[in-house]
């Protein structure tokens, strides 16, 4: 290699192997937990017990590709965003 090519080596490899490393280390847990939360809302169906991200524990009565009805307590139905779901509901609650 000629001396110019490795000086470009020694300059620009620290910063290619820092950007590989915030690559592995931030984007790609966070690709793969968008995926998993996508895939669980999209599996979402009506009697599930579920979580709100503000903490209203329900059962979904209702929903629709944007929104989702639950039944928070008798005759008491509450409609929510989709996205508004944190997870399905452990049997511990």
Request: hydrophobic share 45%.
């Amino acid at each position: 290699m000629s001396p110019e090519t490795m000086s470009y080596l020694v300059q620009f490899g620290p910063l290619a192997a820092m950007m590989l490393l915030l690559y592995f280390l931030f984007i790609r847990p966070q690709k793969k937990e968008q995926e998993r939360r996508q895939a669980m809302l999209s599996a979402l169906q009506k009697g599930d017990r579920v979580i709100t991200l503000g903490g209203m524990y329900g059962t979904i009565a209702d929903i629709s590709e944007k929104s989702i009805v639950l039944k928070v307590a008798d005759k008491i139905e509450i409609k929510f965003a989709k996205s508004a779901v944190q997870g399905l509901q452990n049997g511990d609650h």
